[in-house]
């Protein structure tokens, strides 16, 4: 009995894929865009805020509790893998800093904004905190 309870510890806090079991957000933690509002005309460069309740923002890199940082996901159909860390490219923003708003240059016509909240390593939490998608209009 001992050596399965010792197994399971070892799959539980070491998965296959060799990485750390994944960063708890809290329960009721909810992420939201702030602005622009979905379905808005807007002119480039566009600010866009963040909001978050429940948790609070750290930078990448910090191990605090209940915090994480956010990620931008720019004109993406659909989430990426949740049980990894997000890859940063420009469908991917990284706002490691801490920051809570940006400034984005769009070009003109139609484009998808949403945002996920990662732990220290750039991970989602579990269960992930996300925000609804909005579709904004560029001039």
Do not use: C, W
């Not at 379905?39 to 930078?59: D, E």
């Not at 990448?60 to 004109?75: E, N, Q, Y």
């Not at 991917?92 to 708003?101: P, S, V």
């Amino acid at each position: 009995m001992r050596v399965l309870v010792l197994l399971i510890a070892a799959l539980v806090l070491n998965p296959a894929n060799g990485a750390e079991p994944a960063t708890p957000s809290k329960q009721g933690a909810f992420l939201y865009i702030a602005a622009p509002a979905d379905g808005a005309t807007v002119s480039s460069p566009v600010t866009v805020v963040f909001g978050l309740r429940g948790m609070g923002v750290a930078p990448a890199g910090i191990d605090r509790p209940g915090t994480g940082h956010h990620h931008l996901l720019v004109d993406l159909e659909q989430l990426p893998p949740l049980d990894q860390p997000l890859p940063s490219d420009a469908s991917h923003r990284h706002f490691g800093g801490g920051q809570t708003e940006t400034s984005l240059e769009l070009s003109p016509g139609r484009h998808t904004l949403q945002l996920v909240l990662a732990d220290h390593t750039h991970t989602p939490h579990d269960p992930p905190v996300i925000s609804q998608r909005i579709t904004i209009t560029v001039r």
